[in-house]
């Protein structure tokens, strides 16, 4: 399927190649980092397709010169012995060695071991983008701040998914699969609130507690058929995100969520993010 160009052409990694809390968080600092706009995303192409192993370099250096302009040693420098400044004869090749050691700082030490791999031009072509356009009347993010979730949509209300709203499906879509997600992971895997799949690519907005006819419900985390967004806490971050499929996944009725969604990433190259907060109180 075709990828979209544009400011919010957004790569997201591979799911073999990145951990679920990884996936979300990245989702979440893309959307923070982009206001928050519809069709958001979990990374910055250019820095995601940037070599990532000059940083700590960098960092290292900076952190050299910094102290040298103090007037210190670099950081680990071990410290003069006390009485040992000024007292080598100032015509002596050691005596020149230390005061030019003193004046510089000490040298940095290169950081040894395997250096870590940008990602190639295959891997950039093969990632999911998040280029569809999706929103919610009841999810409105301001500047710098995720939309908030009404309890009506929440187990302390009506638990009843709210209206969402979708544009710039591809070309050639078979279907269209949906999953709200906790942003924090439970246990280390991905919380699913909500997963439906086999939605018509000809819809472009489910209405507010209303299944779409032929879409497929799947199990939540709760083991329960349907939508069910209940936090244990105060409050929790949600994700809705939808995938256009270029084939139909077809799967049965209370599907695992986290099955599907490995497939899903596996064919999907375009799809849509929208977080929510909500808090209690």
Sequence with gaps: ?????????????????????????????????????????EEDPAAAAGDSTSAPAAAQAGSA???????????????????QAGSTP?????????????????????????????????????????????????????????????????CDGKDSWPTLRWAGVPAGTAELALFVMNLQPVEEKIFFDWALAGIDPGLSEIQAGALPKGAIVGTNGFGELGYSLCPQGAGETYMFALYALPTALSPHRGFDPLQLRKRVLDVSGNAGLLPAVYERG
């Design 65 to 83: 010169a910094g102290s040298r302009e103090a007037g210190g040693a670099a950081p680990g420098a071990a410290a003069p012995a006390k009485g």
């Design 1 to 41: 399927m075709a990828s979209r160009t544009g400011p919010e052409r957004l790569l997201i990694a591979p799911a073999k190649a990145a951990s679920a809390r990884a996936l979300l968080a990245l989702a979440l600092a893309a959307l923070l980092l982009s206001g928050c706009g519809g069709g958001s995303s």
């Design 90 to 154: 100032s015509g002596s090749a050691a005596g020149t060695a230390q005061g030019a050691a003193a004046a510089n700082g000490a040298r940095v030490a290169v950081p040894r071991g395997p250096r870590e791999q940008a990602p190639g031009a295959k891997e950039i072509e093969e990632a999911t983008v998040a280029d569809i356009s999706l929103q919610s009347p009841a999810i409105v993010a301001s500047a710098g701040h995720l939309g908030r979730l009404d309890p009506t949509y929440t």
